[in-house]
């Protein structure tokens, strides 16, 4: 979703001729309030996954699937697009069938390290497939890859960490402790939420935490904060969700604890950020992929979502404590940072677009 919000920043700001953009996404997901929030009309469609399902299952998913194409139909029939930009997931598939049915140039965007089942199956209908790393351009027909990087929101590029801190409220001063993030994605990580909890107090006699826990376990959470002595509680700021507010929580940390999903590929460059990743442990292998990328370049490690409890807390503490190893990673990862990721695609778009065009 970021990905896809980045890119129609840029078309809708940057680009020589700012295009009319729809939105197309699952019925009853995340995509919807997103995408309204950035001013973009929203279409929802019907659509699951197909993965380790039970038959009964699979045969609802396949119905899901059946009718979400017919959907897409007729928004591309209404909508008549001159090119469909595609960021993953199930809810891609009859969208895409729907529009090579209409003859619409198609580009995939491939955030992860390597592709899910839904791009395999996708990217033989792609004109162009879009690539955060080199390494997955492998994956398709030379004639297709192109690497961008992970394109992210502009406030991550050219802004002040102190400003930052200082419009989320943290201590600005110059003997203020590091700022260490935590969160766990869009719904949360419970098992990470847990693991801060329980050793918060240790945690906050070293830093500033803030915490993003997801709606889930907001409530118990907060019951937690409120438990703590006043002068630790001041240095605990925490929160169910973050919007706008996000780019200076990254911008502002000097250590995040988070999931290894693809935004850590291209936000945690961005901002520079050290980053102590903790795979989900139910995705398949992809995030111990995007893990090993940044661990590998030197910006991040990497805890197992088992050995939290043992493993996460001494992590963080020693990195804390090490300011030059954290220079070291900051470093590192600014190395990863492709700035002109979301401009890429979007010329990418605007040439394909303008080649149908072209060709009417």
């Known amino acids: 979703m970021y990905p896809a919000l980045a890119v129609a920043d840029w078309l809708a700001t940057d680009s020589p001729q700012a295009p009319t953009l729809c939105w197309v996404g699952s019925t009853g997901g995340v995509e919807d309030s997103l995408a309204t929030r950035a001013g973009i009309p929203f279409n929802g469609i019907s659509a699951a996954g197909m993965r380790g399902r039970h038959p009964l299952a699979m045969l609802n998913a396949l119905w899901a699937m059946s009718c979400g194409f017919w959907q897409a139909r007729q928004i591309v029939g209404a909508f008549r697009p001159d090119v469909l930009f595609v960021t993953g997931g199930y809810v891609c598939v009859p969208v895409t069938l729907a529009a090579r ?9 491939l955030p992860d390290m390597q592709p899910g089942l839904a791009i395999k199956f996708l990217a ?6 879009a690539v ?6 492998g994956y398709f027909r030379p004639d297709q890859a192109v690497v961008t990087g992970y394109p992210v929101r502009r406030g991550l590029f050219g802004r002040d960490p102190a400003q930052a801190r200082a419009r989320l409220g943290l201590d600005t001063k110059s003997e203020s402790p590091p700022v260490l993030l935590v969160f766990g994605g869009s719904q949360g990580a419970h098992s990470i939420n847990q693991a801060i909890c329980d050793a918060i107090e240790i945690l906050l006699e070293e830093a500033q935490v803030i915490h993003i826990s997801g709606q889930r376990d907001a409530e118990w959470t907060q019951t937690r904060r409120a438990s703590l002595p006043q002068e630790l509680r001041g240095r605990y700021h925490l929160h ?17 604890v988070s999931r290894a999903g693809a935004s850590t590929l291209g936000e945690f460059p961005a901002a520079g950020l050290p980053a102590v990743l903790v795979p989900y442990p139910h995705a398949g292998a992809h995030q111990w992929d995007n893990a090993h990328y940044l ?19 001494p992590a963080v ?15 590192e990862a600014q190395a990863l940072a492709r700035p002109d990721a979301a401009q890429q695609i979007g010329e990418l778009l605007i040439d394909l677009a303008s080649r149908r065009q072209g060709g009417k």
């Open 101 to 109: 049915l209409a003859h619409v140039p198609v580009i995939i965007y």
């Open 132 to 137: 955060t790393v080199p390494s997955a351009a």
């Open 124 to 129: 033989r209908l792609a004109d162009r497939i």
């Open 295 to 313: 661990v590998n370049a030197g910006a991040a490690v990497a805890v197992a979502d088992a050995d939290l409890r043992t493993g996460l807390v």
């Open 240 to 256: 169910a969700y973050l919007h706008e507010d996000m780019a200076d929580a990254l911008l502002a940390a000097d250590l995040v």
């Open 317 to 331: 503490l020693d990195l804390l404590s090490d300011a030059d190893r954290l220079a070291s990673m900051r470093h």
